[in-house]
């Protein structure tokens, strides 16, 4: 990276003699826009910012911020739960890169590593940054395979740098899509779908795949790829605005608004008359207890997420379906997408592709602001969300927020 190094010497002599004095220094890359930081002098930045004009600001954007966790929930999500922090922006070693973050996503999984006991991941701690997947720019390499201006995907957390072993990072190319894709429809939801449909619940042409969660970022792919598939799609969703999103715009077969329709069994045998081969259920709880009700001999049955379950502290009890399985011959099967990490070259592969055909449509939820991430999440989960929710943190070209 382009970049020179000045002792920090803006005209106040307490601070000139503080920072050589433990050899601080005031990066200024040329690259990479307004990027600056300071090394080893964390206390400097507030009284430069109180007192100067130019450097006060080029000293800010030396300030790393990030979202940590500061409440284990109870329930829902609410904003007290998360604070916003400063640190030093990080130093990266060899074979390491800082990252700028341009997008960062929020997703469902996010609430279980907040629990004390997260599940099958580890736990976040209180005070530690949130974890999460980001789209950024690379604003300093220690590594000649990743360059500055490279656009990379890696799980870097609620912040607005990171530094990341480069073997880590996927590499991003511009040209294909949109950058923001490579968290939704090219990464792990597009994946989560791919997957789970294709792999788990194998659909054949004419048959009808029921979707749970089919106004969000996962639902609203499967269906798109159910149909792409020759099948009927069915979508349940929690909104007007998303029936109408996912019959209208991505050519669903049919859907329903959970939270206006209640009567889910007759709903569903309205638009399944056939019955229902094949379920992809993000939900779990009084849905898929009807679904359950509704399947055919040798349905298929992709658990990919149970979100109504989420906030609770202990499971819900439900009716006793398992009986279905024996009588159906009917299969259900768990899973998570890091099961399938060595075939996502073919998935991207074949998403690419159906996104360049038009076959596959998105939308994105954007809110922006790094600040804005808690309330981004807490809606998402809350279902105020249509397709992906993202949140916008930084341009990409001049890396401003
Ligand atoms: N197995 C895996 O590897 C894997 C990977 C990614 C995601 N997932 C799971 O897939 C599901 C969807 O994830 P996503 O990222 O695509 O999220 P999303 O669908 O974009 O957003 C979550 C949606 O869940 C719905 N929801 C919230 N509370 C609900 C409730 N009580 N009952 C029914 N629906 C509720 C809301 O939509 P409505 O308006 O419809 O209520 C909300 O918009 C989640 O369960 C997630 O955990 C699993």
């Known amino acids: 990276m382009a970049s020179y190094f000045a002792v920090i010497n803006i005209g106040q002599p307490d601070l000139k003699r503080k920072s050589q004095g433990n050899g601080s220094i005031l990066t200024i890359s040329s690259s990479a826009g307004a990027f600056a930081r300071i090394r080893g002098y964390e206390g400097a930045r507030a009284g430069i910012a109180q007192t100067y004009g130019v450097a006060s600001l080029i000293t800010m954007e030396g300030v790393n911020r990030q979202i940590v966790l500061a409440e284990r929930p109870v329930g829902a999500p609410k904003e007290s739960d998360f604070r916003l922090v400063e640190s030093p922006i990080p130093d990266p070693g060899p074979g390491e890169v800082l990252v700028r973050t341009v997008f960062l996503s929020v997703d469902p999984y996010m609430r279980g590593r907040m629990r004390q006991n997260g599940g099958y991941a580890r736990s976040l701690d209180l005070g530690e940054v949130m974890i999460g997947g980001v789209v950024g720019t690379v604003v300093e390499s220690h590594d000649p395979r990743v360059g500055v201006g490279d656009v990379v995907e890696a799980a870097l957390g609620w912040q607005e740098y990171a530094v990341a072993p480069a073997k880590a990072l996927r590499r991003i190319d511009p040209a294909v899509a949109p950058i923001s894709t490579a968290l939704y429809v090219l990464g792990m939801p597009g994946l989560t779908a791919y997957f789970g449909l294709l792999d788990i619940c194998r659909p054949q042409p004419g048959e009808t795949v029921v979707v749970s969660g089919a106004g ?182 001049s890396g401003t927020a």
């Not at 709903?267 to 359950?292: A, E, R």
């Not at 609770?312 to 009917?330: C, F, I, T, Y």
């Open 216 to 397: 969000g970022a996962v639902g609203s792919l499967v269906g798109q790829i159910a149909k792409i598939k020759r099948c009927r799609a069915i979508g349940i969703a929690g909104s007007d605005e998303k029936v109408r999103f996912i019959t209208g715009e991505l050519n669903f077969d049919g859907a329903f608004n959970y939270k206006t329709r209640t009567d889910y069994e007759a709903q569903l045998k309205q638009l399944c008359p056939t019955g229902i081969d094949v379920y992809f259920d993000n939900v779990g709880g009084p849905i898929t207890d009807t679904v359950m009700r509704l399947i055919n001999n040798r349905a298929r049955i992709a658990v990919c997420g149970q979100i109504s379950q989420y906030n609770n502290d202990k499971p819900e009890m439900g009716p006793r379906w398992l009986h279905q399985l024996v009588s159906k011959q009917a299969k259900v099967e768990g899973f998570l997408v890091f099961q399938y990490a060595d075939r996502y070259e073919e998935a991207l592969r074949q998403l690419t592709a159906w996104l360049r055909e038009r076959r596959i449509k998105y939308r994105e939820d954007i809110t922006t602001g790094l600040e804005n991430a808690p309330g981004a999440f807490i809606r998402m989960m809350g279902g105020h969300n249509i397709g992906k929710a993202l949140v916008k943190v930084s341009d990409v070209a």
